[in-house]
């Protein structure tokens, strides 16, 4: 059985593709017992992410236990019911209606268990005409005004190189279940957490959407620029790019005497924020003269020396090959066919109970004996389900 801080909990994972997974990888990484939950045809099911084996599946499955079961066989149902009686959380992201027909809505598992916590992760929520839309991150992204402040101002939209709505709800759904836990020790009642990837998005948005509810600003594209700091942006040097970040004028001052330019910040065009915020171009003009003479590596340590935000923009392979990064990035889980595979890593760290990667993605149905048997089904009757292809 699972190990480490969460071990007490069992999450029943009925989830796909990217967002319900993500949430459920939080329990599963500190120690929850989570049962995915796997139609018994599924094996190479096209609403998954990829093949079983492949980077994305075996990244977002990792330290699972797999039971296949036919949710549409009423057998299958009272099994599903069955784990719910002895389970702490439900995680799904079917469409509302599905949900119905399933028997895994949150007034059907409440009348099972009222201790229980249902957690639905939907494209546009659970109400309203777009909640039968079916919901993917790249929609999300263009829908919550993403898309609308990324790229450069004079080219089309551009989405996230990665999938941002998707994990962004995933941890809004990990946040409000360990909320709902937090409470449920007080009043001994489960409850209801719902999230979405129009939630998502616009939580990412933050300050640009606030931008707009105070202040009536429609913020647009400014490319590497950031909107209302200057200089923050990426500028071109001898062999690659830097990024830097300056916040207020003392930083700016540094900035300048790390990279030989002392005179700049006496310009009066330059002299504080709202004159370097309108006199952007003329400054990244002045700024890129001067990156574009020396390789990334020597701005990189010239302008943190002086306490300036400032880093190279890497590929991905150059992060995993930093030495000086003294982060646990990636670790190695054993996999059947795979020999080691090295997944990335869980991004919290605590000091005391830590999470870990025990296990690979499990084979489709691999516990499914013995989680039968854990609910008191005989191996008689586990052959007669399997015979009937409940699971």
């Not at 999470?355 to 009757?381: K, N, Q, T, V, W």
Request: include cysteine.
């Amino acid at each position: 059985m699972p190990t480490g801080p969460l071990s007490r909990f069992r999450v029943i994972d009925l989830t796909r593709a990217r967002a319900g997974p993500t949430c459920v990888k939080q329990f599963a990484d500190f120690g929850a017992d989570v049962v995915k939950i796997e139609s018994p045809a599924d094996a190479n099911d096209d609403q998954d992410i990829g093949a079983r084996d492949g980077f994305d599946m075996q990244n977002l499955h990792r330290n699972k236990r797999s039971l296949t079961l036919n949710l549409k066989a009423d057998e299958g149902r009272a099994i599903l019911h069955a784990l719910v009686r002895a389970a702490d959380v439900v995680v799904e992201n079917y469409r509302p209606d599905v949900k119905q027909r399933l028997g895994c809505d949150y007034e059907t598992l409440k009348g099972v268990n009222p201790r229980i916590v249902l957690v639905s992760i939907s494209g546009f929520g659970q109400t309203g005409p777009y909640a039968a839309r079916a919901g993917v991150d790249q929609i999300a992204q263009g829908m919550t005004g993403l898309m609308s402040v990324t790229g450069f101002p004079d080219q089309p939209p551009v989405r996230s190189g990665a999938a941002i709505t998707d994990v962004t709800a995933g941890l809004l759904a990990t946040i409000g279940t360990m909320t709902a836990l937090l409470e449920r020790e007080q009043s001994g009642q489960g409850q209801w957490v719902q999230t979405s990837l129009l939630q998502a998005g616009l939580q990412l948005m933050d300050f640009q959407a606030a931008r707009y509810l105070v202040a009536g600003e429609v913020p647009g594209r400014v490319g590497n620029e950031h909107p209302t700091i200057v200089p923050m942006s990426a500028y071109a040097t001898a062999d690659g790019h830097v990024n830097i970040g300056t916040f207020g004028s003392a930083m700016w001052v540094r900035l300048c005497e790390a990279i030989g330019r002392p005179d700049l910040p006496a310009r009066a065009e330059y002299a504080t924020a709202a004159a370097r915020l309108a006199n952007r171009a003329a400054l990244d003009r002045d700024l890129a003269a001067v990156f574009a003479t020396r390789p990334t590596a020597h701005w990189v340590e010239a302008i943190n020396a002086v306490g300036v935000p400032c880093g190279p923009i890497y590929r991905v392979d150059e992060l995993f090959g930093d030495a000086r990064i003294e982060l646990p990035l990636a670790a190695s889980v054993p996999h059947p066919r795979l020999g080691s595979v090295r997944l990335v890593n869980q991004m919290v760290e605590l000091s005391r109970t830590p999470s870990a990667l025990r296990s690979a993605m499990p084979g489709l149905g691999e516990h499914s004996d013995a989680i039968l048997a854990e609910l008191g089904y005989s191996a008689e009757a586990i052959a007669g389900l399997r015979a009937r292809r409940v699971v």
